[in-house]
């Protein structure tokens, strides 16, 4: 039996795996370019040379082509990989990426979301307000907050927090008024793990920037987490899951202290678990408890904005009817008393937004615009107003929805992110819902309508809510409107794209997550743009 030379077994090699090592070495190349980019406009930059921004845009570069090629072999080589490992994968990556390249502040009403965490820190540690009721800080930590952080994205603000990162000032355990934090009235069960993180980090006196950074990953270690174990539990849409942590939006959110985090990371869960139950017909003990927990925690985030998606259990109740004729009965019952509730409150609303004696609406002030609003008395007597508000902002803004929900801008609405990225990541989503050759479609026609039943009422709830509480009564759109506000029904809105009629090939899933992560280096490097 003739033996192949060394130089046979490279060529035999080659040939069998040319596209694969074309792949790769692309990255490679891509890699090798942009470190001669920042190398020369380093030369060129005579005032600047190379600095804490260029260093740090090499770092990037280095980590973003580590994932490219870690993906690749992971989708191409290995190709047995399961999804969820393969989101932990990249998930893992961009978060730490992203709270690299995006300091906190840039994120908006970061202000808020970490003032607020730093309160809830304060009360575990036995500190109240200032003199003036303010919220207080260590004196390190305010000055970094005040100083450091910025909510414009320049480079010298940039190099200025790297230069923190690298050499930290000295911690002062003086409580004092920083002027650049607030303290949000919300529920402060949305930020008891940052706080926790930053009680842990006072008391082994931590420098600022890294325990404020470190707080943000660790919002963004309970979103992969929740992530992780949706992808694991749904039966299908796994890979738009990984699709959508993959919109810029997403991963400008959940590296912050935003409350944006617990949002996306119980909707995704609840989610998981009540297609599964559709599917299976049955939850463990486990599932149960998960799934009551999570929407009892859920339910009143974003002022019950989202409280409609717990209706989603009405869906395998009814489905499965027999088997669960007495808990139908039982969770029908809760919602009726609901909804009587609702209509109550409307006919008090309408009594209570009129006067007796004039029988005009009463009023109540926008606090941004120093201007009269929207009350729900109001909108039920000016019907013909109301419907005009109700077109316009479907008819003109629309776009913006779903251009702020992919991310076309981030930060404080500075930093551009190009059309076409964007929009290939949405359809990268689309493309990951597609029922595949050969699958079944696993929800039938009456429950993908109940899904798209609740997707409406969450609709309604978010813009009603910001027509109420944001509008100036003089505008006939709603204002205040953000499209990342309905990130969370973004999977339920997929599954209009589930039919029988459509089927994509088995591995258009992976498909569509490798392009998902191969459009992250214009992603990166559109942000880093912003500090040339």
């Not at 006939?476 to 809105?493: A, C, D, K, M």
Request: glycine share 4%; net charge positive; proline share 3%.
């Amino acid at each position: 039996r003739s033996v192949m030379s060394v130089k046979d077994k490279i060529v035999s090699f080659l040939k069998c795996n040319w596209k694969h090592i074309a792949a790769l070495l692309a990255v490679v190349i891509y890699c090798i370019g942009q470190y001669i980019y920042i190398a020369v406009s380093a030369i060129g930059d005579k005032e600047r040379g190379m600095d804490a921004t260029q260093i740090m845009t090499i770092i990037v570069v280095t980590l973003i082509s580590i994932l490219l090629i870690v993906v690749y072999c992971l989708i191409f080589i290995v190709k047995n990989v399961k999804i969820e490992y393969l989101f932990l994968v990249i998930a893992s990556f961009m978060m730490v990426i992203f709270l690299l390249i995006m300091p906190e502040y840039e994120t908006p009403d970061e202000t808020g979301h970490l003032g607020t965490a730093y309160d809830v820190s304060n009360h575990l540690m036995g500190y109240g307000h200032s003199e003036t009721n303010h919220l207080i800080m260590r004196k390190c930590d305010a000055d970094t907050v005040d100083n450091i952080y910025s909510t414009s994205y320049t480079r010298d603000s940039y190099n200025a927090y790297i230069g923190q990162l690298v050499h930290p000032d000295k911690v002062n355990n003086e409580m004092v008024e920083p002027s650049q934090s607030t303290v949000f009235d919300t529920y402060h069960y949305q930020y008891i793990l940052p706080a926790l993180w930053i009680t842990f980090a006072r008391l082994i006196h931590m420098p600022s920037v890294w325990m404020l950074l470190l707080g943000a990953m660790v919002n963004s270690i309970i979103y992969i987490a929740c992530s992780f174990y949706a992808i694991k539990k749904i039966p299908y849409n796994k890979a738009t899951l990984v699709c959508v942590t993959l919109f810029p939006m997403v991963l400008q959110q959940v590296t912050s202290y935003s409350y944006d985090v617990y949002i996306l990371s119980l909707a995704y869960v609840l989610i998981a678990l009540t297609f599964k139950f559709i599917t299976d017909g049955v939850l463990s003990k486990s599932e149960i408890v998960i799934l009551c927990v999570t929407a009892l925690l859920f339910a009143p985030l974003k002022s019950f904005a989202y409280a409609p998606m717990l209706l989603l259990i009405i869906i395998p109740l009814i489905k499965w009817r027999k088997k669960y004729k007495k808990l139908l009965i039982a969770v029908s019952s809760v919602i009726g008393v609901a909804v009587v509730a609702m209509v109550v409150y409307i006919i008090v609303s309408y009594s209570a937004g009129s006067s007796t004696e004039t029988g005009e609406a009463a009023k109540h002030m926008v606090s941004w615009a120093d201007s009269e609003g929207y009350t729900l008395g109001y909108i039920l007597q000016h019907k013909s107003l109301a419907l005009k508000v109700i077109s316009n902002t479907f008819l003109y803004k629309t776009d913006m929805y779903i251009n702020t929900l992919l991310g076309n801008t981030l930060g404080w609405f500075t930093i551009g992110m190009p059309t076409f990225i964007v929009y290939t990541l949405g359809l990268m989503a689309v493309f990951a819902s597609l029922r595949k050759e050969n699958e079944e479609m696993m929800i039938d026609g009456w429950s993908k309508l109940g899904v798209m039943i609740v997707s409406l009422m969450v609709i309604c709830c978010v813009i009603g809510g910001m027509w109420i509480a944001w509008t100036p009564i003089t505008y006939t759109s709603v204002e205040g409107v953000q499209g990342r506000y309905f990130l969370p029904i973004v999977l339920l809105l997929m599954m209009v794209f589930r039919t029988k009629y459509m089927s994509a090939k088995p591995f258009m899933d992976k498909v569509a997550i490798m392009i998902s992560v191969y459009m992250q280096p214009l992603v990166i490097l559109h942000i880093l743009k912003m500090l040339a």
